[in-house]
């Protein structure tokens, strides 16, 4: 997903401060257009956050929790804006003059095909970490399950 948020962003000129895990990780946002980097394990995002945007950022997607969401939530400006899937948790603290925006990551097929175009047409980049056919769907969870993974895993269902 933050890979899809990065490249819609810079569409829209955007400058992007994207958390990533890991050197690699950063360096994959970082080549599909992210302006700066966050370690988003043991990177410093309040530093980073003032050094990138010294009045604030003004909007935030919130895949995840935790620390690095609740400094990035101390950064945002009067005005900005911060949008988080449900079932983030703990979900972002909305303060004063921020507006916070929750919605459903469960997408229909309508919403997918409207966001494949969107992609196409664009000329995004979807990384791929690994295709397994559908025989090996146990592998691939396995793979999930051990963490840090860069890009999607496919299943190939025919």
Do not use: C, W
């Given at each position: 997903?933050?890979?899809?948020?990065?490249?819609?962003?810079?569409?829209?000129?955007?400058?992007?401060?994207?958390?990533?895990?890991?050197?690699?990780?950063?360096?994959?946002?970082?080549?599909?257009?992210?302006?700066?980097?966050?370690?988003?394990?043991?990177?410093?995002?309040?530093?980073?956050?003032?050094?990138?945007?010294?009045?604030?950022?003004?909007?935030?997607?919130?895949?995840?929790?935790?620390?690095?969401?609740?400094?990035?939530?101390?950064?945002?400006?009067?005005?900005?804006?911060?949008?988080?899937?449900?079932?983030?948790?703990?979900?972002?603290?909305?303060?004063?003059?921020?507006?916070?925006?929750?919605y459903d990551a469960?997408?229909?097929?309508?919403?997918?095909?409207?966001?494949?175009?969107?992609?196409?047409?664009?000329?995004?980049?979807?990384?791929?970490?690994?295709?397994?056919?559908?025989?090996?769907?146990?592998?691939?969870?396995?793979?999930?399950?051990?963490?840090?993974?860069?890009?999607?895993?496919?299943?190939?269902?025919?």
């Amino acid at each position: 997903m933050v890979t899809l948020a990065v490249q819609f962003a810079k569409l829209r000129r955007a400058r992007v401060l994207a958390t990533a895990s890991g050197k690699d990780g950063q360096e994959l946002v970082r080549e599909l257009g992210a302006d700066a980097t966050v370690d988003a394990r043991h990177g410093d995002m309040l530093k980073a956050g003032k050094h990138f945007a010294p009045d604030g950022i003004d909007a935030v997607l919130a895949l995840a929790g935790g620390q690095v969401l609740r400094h990035a939530m101390e950064l945002v400006r009067s005005g900005g804006r911060v949008a988080y899937p449900n079932g983030v948790e703990p979900p972002p603290k909305k303060r004063h003059g921020m507006e916070v925006i929750a919605y459903d990551a469960v997408s229909n097929r309508r919403e997918l095909e409207r966001l494949a175009r969107a992609a196409e047409v664009a000329n995004l980049t979807v990384p791929i970490a690994a295709a397994h056919p559908l025989a090996e769907a146990a592998k691939a969870h396995e793979r999930l399950a051990h963490g840090h993974v860069l890009g999607k895993i496919v299943l190939h269902i025919r």
